[in-house]
């Protein structure tokens, strides 16, 4: 994942909250070049992810996330 300078790798797992199916992930990484990690949730509205993801003793943000429309190559 990256967005603003947050950058960092997810350990993803689908699960069932309040009757709706969601993706419930872990992540650690970088904030501004320093080690970080956290937690957080989504789910597909509107074929868009829509969440909030935690920063473990730091903030924690709504997200609203799409696809992007360019091929992205796998290396």
Same mark, same amino acid.
């Given at each position: ?5 947050? *950058? ?21 990484? *970088? ?17 868009? !992810? ?6 473990? *003793?730091?903030?924690?943000? !709504? ?13």
């Amino acid at each position: 994942m990256l967005f603003g300078l947050v *950058q960092g790798e997810m350990d993803c797992r689908m699960d069932t909250y309040g009757g709706r199916e969601r993706i419930e992930f872990s992540w650690e990484g *970088q904030d501004e070049m320093d080690f970080a990690s956290g937690r957080g949730w989504g789910v597909i509205e509107d074929g868009e !992810l829509c969440g909030r993801i935690f920063i473990h *003793q730091g903030d924690d943000s !709504l997200f609203r996330a799409r696809r992007s429309r360019k091929g992205r190559s796998h290396e």
